[in-house]
């Protein structure tokens, strides 16, 4: 019986979720890459199937509940199973609280927190074991100003990974959650020295740092580890800052 496992990772197009799976990928797994941006999504999807990796694109909103749906029905028929979900997607947008609209505040609730609740469940219907990870963020424990709605999904993320590994504890599927802090997607041989110097680690860190984290904690040998929230943030939120 093969190892291979066939792994979902939302708001793959780029950045850290593209990351996890291409780590992913590279130890021979089926990964299916979601994300809203259908062109960004394909064109990544092509560069890795050229290089011979089972990798396949699926463009879906999954904020919305029917897309959801289909997306994962999609998934079980091409593959007949589902082992491992990554709920990645979401966006931040920070503006003043004077300034946030209903729909501001519903747009991002719904991306970032009604997502990872409809994932989960829909991908849990046919799962058998496997595990879930949550994309938490440690703006779900510390603040800056006008961070109102990305505070309140994120922490809405923590909460529910807990409740979900609860839950699904009938169905044998771990809930784990990741909080990265300063994680830089794009630029980082363009940062600055007191960028770095300002975490306990010395660097900020890096998008294989948060997709090596959803390899151990998927991993079989680490089904101990449940209803977990991991902060991966170079020890910053371990820090009392005072000015001298």
């Not at 729909?103 to 879930?132: H, K, P, T």
């Not at 990870?133 to 109102?148: D, G, K, P, V, Y």
Request: hydrophobic share 40%; proline share 1%; charged share 25%.
């Amino acid at each position: 019986m093969s190892d291979r496992r066939v792994v979902v990772v939302t708001g793959a197009a780029k950045g850290i979720g593209l990351e996890i799976a291409k780590t992913f990928l590279s130890l021979d797994n089926e990964v299916y890459l979601v994300d809203v941006d259908k062109n960004t999504l394909m064109k990544e999807v092509e560069k890795l199937q050229e290089k011979g990796f089972a990798a396949f694109g699926k463009s879906a909103d999954v904020g919305i509940l029917d897309e959801v749906t289909a997306l994962i029905q999609e998934v079980i028929e091409e593959s007949g199973q589902l082992d491992i979900l990554i709920n990645n997607a979401g966006k931040s947008e920070f503006q003043s609280i004077w300034d946030v609209t209903e729909q501001d505040w519903l747009s991002i609730i719904n991306s970032n927190l009604s997502s990872v609740f409809y994932c989960s469940r829909e991908a849990a219907r046919f799962m058998n074991g496997g595990s879930i990870i949550n994309l938490c963020s440690t703006r779900a424990f510390m603040s800056e100003e006008h961070t109102q709605a990305y505070s309140a999904s994120k922490g809405g993320i923590h909460a529910l990974t807990h409740s979900l590994a609860v839950t699904l504890s009938e169905k044998n599927i771990t809930v784990n959650a990741i909080s990265p802090g300063w994680i830089e997607t794009e630029k980082y041989d363009e940062l600055r020295d007191i960028d770095h110097s300002q975490h306990p680690s010395n660097k900020v860190g890096r998008t294989s740092d948060i997709a090596r984290a959803c390899v151990f904690l998927t991993s079989k040998e680490n089904g101990f580890i449940n209803g977990e929230n991991l902060i991966i943030d170079g020890g910053m939120s371990r820090k009392m800052i005072y000015e001298h």
